[in-house]
């Protein structure tokens, strides 16, 4: 029987859920079946887009509330509600767009429903196969001011790459928030999200136990990476993965399995069922 102290479970996905193949475990998979049957909801809490989520939402059959875009959307796929949004806005997103074009960066932009690119680049090949987006190819200077732009993100993997991408940080990081994240399939390139200022997987969360009419004190977390400290510090309890930085391991009240060794069921069979 599941602790009736807590009455939400939010998962991080990639190094938490997914392993290096990109695989749920079947016993993550059972685990997480069997919190649901108990009564608790389980929401996924990603930076990654929701055309990039669905798969997983679906292979597991979660239905109701998720995170994405690294806590700038709170939406519900099977119902098609928003719970909580902040996009960027209009005036910073020209600015994006002037300095990746005279800095020559691969940069990419994402409404709620669509992925903008300029061209197509390696950085589009891995969002196609790997995350199952296609991309949108567009000049953005045509879509700017139309679309509702909620996240940019920099793809980055060589030296230089990554030497523009620290410069485009500093430029920008009064005014927009950004985090640096990886997934085990691609150990050597970093995917950095760009969001509004102030956004955080913690924020998200805020919106959506409000929404649920719940406490933080009865939100189990899990995650792995530097942009989960926010989530992890919001949440009753807080679970790191056994891969996760020291900073998130400092915030965490448990370490669990890593991902290679089903560390979200070890974490679920141990404080829930």
Do not use: C
């Not at 001011?145 to 993100?153: A, P, V």
């Not at 920008?172 to 050597?188: G, H, N, V």
């Amino acid at each position: 029987m599941a602790d009736n102290r807590y009455r939400l479970l939010v998962i991080d996905i990639d190094g938490t859920l997914l392993d290096v193949s990109g695989n749920i475990s079947a016993e993550d998979k059972k685990a997480l079946g069997e919190v649901v049957t108990s009564g608790i909801p389980v929401s996924l809490s990603t930076g990654r887009v929701v055309q990039a989520s669905l798969q997983y939402i679906e292979y597991l059959k979660l239905e109701g509330y998720h995170v994405f875009f690294d806590g700038a959307l709170v939406y519900s796929p099977d119902r098609d509600e928003e719970v909580y949004v902040d996009p960027i806005t209009s005036e910073l997103v020209d600015q994006m767009i002037d300095y990746a074009r005279r800095m020559e960066m691969g940069f990419d932009m994402y409404s709620a429903t669509h992925f903008y690119a300029e061209r197509e680049t390696w950085a589009t090949d891995i969002r196609r196969e790997y995350f199952k987006i296609i991309p949108t190819i567009v000049d953005f200077r045509d879509i700017w001011q139309t679309e509702r732009i909620i996240k940019g993100t920099l793809v980055v993997s060589s030296a230089e790459e990554k030497a523009k991408a620290n410069d485009f940080y500093l430029h920008f990081r009064d005014r927009l928030s950004f985090s640096w994240t990886k997934t085990p399939a691609y150990p050597e390139v970093d995917f950095i999200n760009i969001i509004a200022h102030g956004v955080s997987k913690g924020k998200a969360l805020e919106a959506l136990v409000s929404f649920l009419g719940i406490s933080m004190s009865e939100v189990v977390a899990i995650g792995d990476g530097r942009n989960d400290i926010p989530l992890l510090s919001a949440a009753g309890l807080a679970i790191a993965m056994e891969n996760a930085p020291d900073e998130l391991k400092a915030v965490a009240d448990h370490v669990t399995l890593d991902a290679e060794h089903h560390g979200v069921a070890a974490a679920v069979n141990k404080y829930l069922l």
